[in-house]
């Protein structure tokens, strides 16, 4: 207790002189907050103390059967590390872990010994009633089970599975070490550890995790002191995404998604694509213009639209996806499928599709969210209040703060989908422009990404660090501003919305007219990198 007292004391008078004199970081506690943990030390005997730290000697490492809060590390840098660690996951999940939370997914460079591949690291959160030691001896069978043998101390695995953090324990025994006895000097774990906790100090768990950091700052301050964000994206550390065989560096350039509708209702180009001729046709112009995503929808989402059965869907859908998997120009991009039927997303991925968009973010057809966990492919989870049918009702446009209240309700499809299976590093953000937003509305979330990204760190730092995908493509607030009514007319209004959206901390535009939308990207992705260097 005096040693946690101490800790507390220290992190309280360097968040404090932070605080005061302006330099605290997004991340680290406010002073406030450890003020108050500090309180709690204080409390008279048999109070109740949610910040208590627990030491673990040889003797005394007993199954515990109340569930404890853990983080465990993974790593890999043999075969296809990957599905190595959806096997780990899995495994895991059958194991008594049951995993909460996931970090995001980076690649790495080698430390200790250099000459062996690149790694890949993340991090899960979860619980369980597994004793430590136990749970050692768990994830020990796990990395056998898996292949891992005894080799080079530092060198290639085809697993590597450490225990963290275990509840709020101290523990040193002859083959156990919590925390982490590297984890000061490790970027590679520090950064998806981090991932794991909120920047706002209102979780116990947390704040005690912070207090077996050893030092002033907790863990954030130990990931600052390594570089934090200034070295994600550098060749030591990428911050990557999975998709089909390659690793996605979103950070590196803005991707562009072009919009294909085999509707007869769309909006903006509603029966032009319905034929396969056709829809195959506009496919090669979208990527000879430069989409790095297509993204094919067969169900019309637009104010009031007729919902279609996911057989009806699976009529218009397959005959193109079946088509479009052969063009030859399909090489190296990724082809998304827009709906949120869990029976369209199986047989899309199954044709070929390497990317479920679901404008509902599960709430149409809750089963999509374990489907997609099953098929291993990134999952679009979009803001929408409501259906298609009832999302511009007047109860559904009412916010009392749009940015925070965007926020609040996408993490919650984020953390559905996460407890469904699907891991934080395989999750895109939409906003939804256009979706439960009057024209003013879409502007402030437009202008407001980095503040939403802001709201999300304050509950997990590793979703606010995932990529968003923002959808104005000739939307309705276009032409009103614009005073534009055909749609086709809005595709300048179109670009200048996706430039102050990438400005803003945008990754993914959707949109109908690829060529305009590739320069401004080209553009804004140039202002960025002169501004990062300023």
């Not at 032009?272 to 094919?296: C, Y």
């Not at 063009?327 to 039927?341: I, Q, R």
């Not at 995932?466 to 300048?492: H, T, Y």
Request: hydrophobic share 40%; with cysteine.
């Amino acid at each position: 207790m005096l040693r946690a007292k101490d800790t507390l004391r220290k992190m309280y008078s360097a968040a404090k002189g932070y605080y005061c004199a302006g330099l605290a970081a997004p991340n680290a506690f406010s002073a406030l907050d450890l003020r108050h943990s500090l309180n709690s030390l204080r409390k008279p005997p048999g109070h109740a103390n949610l910040f208590r730290v627990r030491s673990y000697t040889q003797c005394a490492l007993g199954g515990d059967s109340a569930d404890q809060e853990i983080v465990i590390a993974l790593g890999s840098n043999v075969g296809d590390r990957i599905s190595t660690f959806d096997r780990a996951l899995w495994l895991m999940r059958n194991s008594g872990i049951k995993i909460t939370r996931h970090a995001c997914l980076y690649e790495t460079a080698p430390a200790y010994v250099t000459d062996q591949p690149r790694f890949l690291n993340s991090a899960v959160r979860g619980t369980t009633k597994l004793g430590p030691h136990d749970l050692l001896k768990k994830l020990k069978e796990i990395e056998k089970d898996i292949g891992r043998t005894a080799g080079i101390r530092y060198g290639p695995r085809p697993i590597d599975l450490d225990i963290l953090l275990y509840g709020d324990s101290w523990i040193s025994t002859e083959n156990l070490t919590v925390p982490h006895e590297r984890i000061h000097e490790r970027p590679f774990v520090l950064a998806p550890l981090v991932d794991l906790l909120g920047s706002s100090a209102d979780d116990c768990m947390e704040k005690s995790w912070h207090s077996l950091s050893k030092h002033n700052g907790g863990f954030f301050d130990l990931w600052n002191k390594l570089g934090g964000e200034s070295i994600v994206g550098t060749e030591g550390i990428k911050r990557v995404m999975p998709v089909g065989n390659t690793l996605l560096d979103w950070r590196e350039r803005t991707l562009v998604m072009g919009v294909l509708n085999l509707t007869p209702d769309s909006f903006s180009d509603g029966g032009k694509f319905q034929q396969v001729e056709a829809a195959i046709s506009q496919a090669r112009l979208l990527i000879s213009e430069g989409a790095d995503i297509i993204d094919i929808g067969a169900q019309s989402t637009r104010p009031f639209a007729r919902r279609l059965s996911a057989n009806e869907e699976l009529e218009r859908l397959v005959p193109v996806l079946d088509a479009i998997t052969k063009v030859p120009e399909m090489e190296g991009k990724l082809l998304s499928v827009d709906t949120f039927y869990a029976q369209v997303a199986a047989e899309a991925v199954k044709r070929g599709a390497t990317m479920i968009n679901d404008v509902s973010g599960g709430q149409l057809d809750p089963n999509i969210l374990e489907v997609v966990a099953e098929l291993g492919v990134p999952y679009v989870t979009m803001h929408m209040r409501g259906d298609p049918s009832t999302m511009q009702n007047e109860q559904n446009l009412q916010y009392d703060d749009v940015c925070k209240e965007v926020a609040s309700e996408l993490y919650a499809r984020l953390r559905a989908a996460e407890l469904s299976g699907i891991p934080l590093w395989r999750i895109v953000l939409d906003p939804g422009i256009g979706f439960s937003k009057k024209s003013t509305q879409n502007i402030e979330v437009i202008a407001g990404l980095k503040s939403i990204r802001e709201e999300m760190g304050r509950m997990s730092l590793g979703a606010s660090h995932v990529p968003i995908l923002l959808g104005p493509s000739r939307k309705r607030f276009l032409g009103e501003i614009c005073n534009r009514v055909d749609p086709v007319e809005r595709d300048a209004a179109t670009a200048s919305a996706v430039t102050i959206a990438i400005l803003n901390g945008a990754n993914i535009a959707r949109v109908h007219n690829v060529r305009y939308n590739v320069d401004a990207a080209k553009v804004s992705d140039a202002y960025r990198k002169y501004r990062s260097k300023q």
